[in-house]
């Protein structure tokens, strides 16, 4: 099939709910990476129950296979992770199969793997599917790469580093560190447990019950938010706590320039976009050893990682960070300089461009 233009066209398909995917697929716009092609974004998920998520997967078909019909696309690069997302996927991917579409699927899921090993025989044979079939398949780093080579045949498996929007950089040149009476440590993520959130509370409460003062945590995301400030508020650790909700915009950069720490103590990951833009804005970071995280802060001249689902080893690891503060302004720049040769849009747009540009066809 040949497209009727001499632009080539690239649909991205991906969730419109808020969260790092989204924020991934609306950095990879900003920065170019779509720059010479016809674009078209198709929603397949969104926030909502489950016959409004229904209705918008099967629009988001009828859609890609317009758009194919009309010879529109050439390339579809669908953003995808686990469980509902795969089924998803693999009907797309069947109809750019059939219908002659290259397809690029780019995997974000931080449960991919533990969801694929404990799934019965028709999930984990969907998940080898869309692997298979895919013309490329994009992964978030080393440890994603070596694991999907482990249970896929496909050989055009490449890594390609999540970068955040570089409207966060400036945040760097223009921070003072050590001029604060207190430590602003900040959560950026979704509220609940696989980010790690209630074992943040424990640690908190552990340096509250050892008299630890000077810092402050700021919550920042959607999810289980009522649950977690009823927790601070039966632990009577309000003091210690700033619980905002969603971030975005102009808040967002706000909490970033105010903050010195950024905690994501995870208990799964894929490669967090909220670690890069902590990277780019000059802040230290303190996470654990799961999913990506270990391939970006690769020892602790980058940052500090603890085991996940160890409230005792983070509290222990806050306590570093807030008792010094030469240290955070030594980790903060390091991961900077990490950033800027690794992360940032500058040092990866142009690998991405390529691979899709080799999926193009020639005529």
Known sequence: MTLSKSIPGIAIIGTQAKGGIRAVIENHKKAGVYGGYETFFIASHDDGNALFRVKLAAFALFRLISLIFRRKISICHLHGSMKGSIYRKAVYISVCRWLGCKTVFHLHGSEFAKSYNRAGWLY????????NTSHKVFVLSDYWKEYVESISINQCVCVINNFPSPEFEALNEEREFGKKPQVDLLFLGKIGQRKGIYDLVEAVEYLHIQGV???????????????????????????????VGWVGGNLKRELLQQSDVLLL?????????????????????????????????????????????????????????????????????????????????????EKIRLELANLLPTY
């Not at 984990?124 to 692997?131: E, G, I, N, S």
């Not at 810092?215 to 619980?243: A, P, R, S």
């Open 213 to 243: 003062t000077g810092f402050k945590v700021h919550v920042g995301g959607n999810g289980e938010i009522n649950k977690l400030k009823q927790l601070i508020d039966e632990k009577q650790l309000e003091k210690y706590f700033n619980v």
């Open 124 to 131: 984990r044979a969907l998940v080898r599917y869309v692997l």
């Open 265 to 349: 103590p995870s208990h799964n990951e894929g490669l967090p976009i909220s670690i890069l833009e902590a990277f780019s804005a000059g802040l230290a970071v303190l996470s654990t050893r799961v999913g990506g995280i270990p391939d970006a802060i690769t020892d602790e001249r980058y940052g500090i990682l603890v085991e996940p689902g160890t409230p005792s080893s983070l509290a222990e690891a806050m306590l570093k960070y807030i008792n010094n503060k030469r240290l955070i302004e030594t980790v903060a720049q390091n991961a900077r300089q990490r950033y800027d040769s690794l992360y940032s849009s500058r040092a990866n747009v």
